[in-house]
């Protein structure tokens, strides 16, 4: 009996969210993706190698539309976002962003983000992959 070795496939189902710029990315020649937020996210289009040279010497165009943003407004919005991570925000003024580390209680990492501060009382972080919007409910 003949051996098959097949490759893993990943299914595109209706179950996950496309983007706006699915239907872009199959058509610049993506040939692999992953599931990130609930959305199909391309991680590939060519050999990694090429891509890998094409990002050190060039410019690479990646749909990143599942980045999901976490808004917190309010008077105590500074506070809360401060309690949220171990990073000194005092700096981080109006139109600043800053890489943060969300961490539990324990000092374990929940997730990492870029936060943006839009106004005295009013941010937006950008985590990874991750229901960090729940976790920080």
């Known amino acids: 009996m003949e051996r098959v070795d097949?490759?893993?496939?990943?299914?595109?189902?209706?179950?996950?969210r496309r983007s706006p710029f699915f239907e872009a990315t199959r058509r610049w020649?993506?040939?692999?993706?992953?599931?990130?937020n609930h959305m199909y996210m391309?991680?590939?289009?060519?050999?990694?190698?090429d891509e890998y040279?094409?990002?050190?010497?060039?410019?690479?165009l990646w749909d990143v539309a599942c980045e999901r943003q976490i808004e917190v407004s309010g008077p105590d919005a500074a506070r809360f976002v401060q309690y949220l991570t171990p990073r000194n925000l005092a700096?981080?003024?109006?139109?600043?962003?800053?890489?943060?580390l969300l961490t539990a209680e324990d000092g374990g990492i929940v997730n990492d983000?870029?936060?943006?501060?839009?106004g005295?009382?009013?941010?937006?972080?950008?985590?990874g992959d991750g229901d960090?919007?729940?976790?920080?409910?």
Do not use: I, M, N
């Open 6 to 16: 097949l490759e893993p496939r990943l299914t595109l189902g209706p179950r996950v």
């Open 29 to 36: 020649g993506a040939r692999s993706f992953t599931v990130y």
């Open 42 to 49: 391309p991680t590939g289009y060519t050999d990694p190698v």
């Open 53 to 60: 040279w094409k990002l050190v010497g060039g410019v690479t």
């Open 91 to 100: 700096r981080c003024g109006v139109g600043s962003g800053r890489y943060v």
């Open 113 to 118: 983000a870029v936060l943006l501060r839009l």
């Open 120 to 127: 005295e009382g009013h941010f937006w972080l950008s985590p």
């Open 132 to 137: 960090a919007l729940l976790w920080a409910q």
